[in-house]
């Protein structure tokens, strides 16, 4: 599996995606190129066999890794996926002295809590109402490591 900076022709493949899971917070193509213009912002595409499996978005806001958005094609599920995007924006985080990641995840979205925690990530807060007025958000923090000189 291939893990590289998303391209403009990658956006229909990731609204598709998103589309495979519903409730999911859909961002469209019209909200990944929107991104293009933040300056902070890094979209990444998981490819296998030459199809977009996956992608992640976050904010690069030193000391802090804001992660924005991340869904794997049902197709790809349960294969390391969503594993190996953390793994590269991990390393993006070191790269850029970053020493947190946050993100906010809805609590009741079992599979992705257990992949952050099974990642390091610790829950350390909840938004009531956060989703639609109506569902709750928990807020998952890892913490970094300061890099070896
Ligand atoms: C959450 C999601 C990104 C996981 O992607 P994935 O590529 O299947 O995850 P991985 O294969 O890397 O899983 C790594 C570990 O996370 C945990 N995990 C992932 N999916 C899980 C599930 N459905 N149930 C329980 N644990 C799960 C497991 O510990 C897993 O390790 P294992 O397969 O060896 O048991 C995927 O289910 C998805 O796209 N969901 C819809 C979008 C979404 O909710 N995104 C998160 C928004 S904050």
Redesign the pocket.
């Known amino acids: 599996m291939l893990v590289r900076r998303a391209r403009r022709e990658d956006y229909p493949a990731f609204a598709a ?1 998103e589309a495979e ?1 519903p409730g ?1 917070p859909a961002w469209g193509e019209k909200g990944f190129a929107a991104e293009e213009a933040n300056r902070n912002s890094v979209t990444l595409a998981a490819e296998e066999d030459g199809r977009a499996a ?1 992608f992640v978005n976050f904010w690069v806001l030193r000391p802090q890794v804001q ?1 924005n ?4 094609a049902g197709a ?9 995007l ?1 793994g590269k924006l991990f390393e993006y985080a070191r790269k850029s002295l970053c020493r947190e990641i946050d ?4 609590e009741r ?4 809590i ?2 952050y ?3 390091g990530f610790e829950v350390v807060g909840r938004r009531p109402k956060f989703y639609n007025n109506a569902e709750a958000a928990l807020l998952m923090r890892r913490t970094l490591p300061a890099e070896d000189k």
């Open positions: 995606i899971h999911f996956g992660l958005t991340l869904a794997v790809f599920l349960r294969r390391g996926v969503a594993s190996a953390l993100l906010e995840v809805n979205n079992a599979a992705a257990a992949l925690a099974a990642h």
